[in-house]
């Protein structure tokens, strides 16, 4: 059996501590935050009685940027936006381009009615209604003690 010893995130400036500050800052996560790393937007699920509820975080995009699609019982969300900015000046031109797109899918229990489905995208939050279906409704009533 090996042992291997780890240093438990402390840092080792035994060789040289300018190598070991190099390599910290590029394989650090925060270096990676930009627009390197695809963005998927955070989702909210809640369940009430008659539907479920289903918010996406997604800012700054439009109502035609989303495309909502169901098949068999998987929901589909995806969006996409293309954007190019271009300056001119004397004696430069420069353009930048940007590109942000996403794709979010969710697995529908079978007690979900297909045909009653409903998008809405306000300040920024697109917010999915999936209705129930009258049998798949939880039913409450009193049981008499005989």
């Known amino acids: 059996m090996t042992l291997v010893k780890f240093n438990n995130g402390q840092k080792n400036y ?13 394989l650090n996560d925060r270096f990676l935050g930009g ?3 695809a963005q998927t937007p955070a989702v909210n699920i809640a369940e009430t009685e008659n539907e479920f509820h289903i918010e996406l975080a997604v800012p700054g995009l439009k109502k035609e ?4 699609n169901l098949e068999k019982n998987v929901l ?14 004397k004696k430069f031109s420069k353009r930048e381009y940007n590109y942000t797109s996403f ?3 969710f697995n529908l229990p079978e007690s979900v009615d297909h045909s009653k ?14 209705a129930k279906r009258e049998e798949a409704k939880i039913q409450t009533r009193e049981i008499a003690v005989k």
């Open 76 to 89: 589909s969300v995806s969006a996409e936006k293309k954007s190019e900015n271009v300056e001119e000046g």
């Open 117 to 130: 489905i409903d998008a809405e995208y306000i300040d920024g939050i697109l917010k999915l209604s999936v």
């Open 35 to 37: 627009r390197q790393v």
């Open 65 to 68: 940027d989303f495309k909502i």
């Open 103 to 105: 794709t979010r899918s």
């Open 14 to 26: 035994n060789v040289n501590p300018f190598f070991n500050d190099v390599f910290d800052t590029i």
